[in-house]
């Protein structure tokens, strides 16, 4: 079973956050991705005026399911376009590990080299892709 869930307690982001090896940020929101009850990875991020920013995605060292690390990314996209974010960035490195699931979440890389998303309608057709949701 794959399961997303907000990381309630500051103690738990840091513990989960120290599994995953990513640096434990105090004043960043946290997800946790589990896949059949296992940790596969952490996600925190932080809304500001600009939109949303990714500040880490990292997966469990040895653990190479993509689905869970994938819904943990959409979630976060979902809670920053549910807070008003209509830009998201993905501000951690891209790195041969993580780019597929990057891309995949939705993030390109812009001609100023960040990593962003837009979010004005993204989820309002979440299978179709901007070129095609207007054909549909």
Known sequence: ??????????????????????????DALAYAAYGDGELAGTCQFRLAP?????????RVPGHEDFQPMFVM?????NFIDLC????????????DDNRLTVGAVGFRKRDDGRYAVDLEGFFDH?????????DR
Request: net charge negative; hydrophobic share 35%.
């Open 50 to 58: 600009d939109g949303g920013h990714i500040l880490s995605m990292d």
């Open 84 to 95: 008003g974010g209509k830009t998201a960035f993905f501000d951690c490195p891209v790195t």
């Open 73 to 77: 990314g959409r979630a976060a996209l």
């Open 1 to 26: 079973m794959l399961e997303v869930l907000p990381i309630q307690t500051k103690a738990e982001q840091e513990r989960l956050c120290s599994l995953t090896g990513s640096e434990y940020i105090p």
């Open 126 to 134: 979440p299978c179709a892709s901007k070129a095609t949701s207007g």
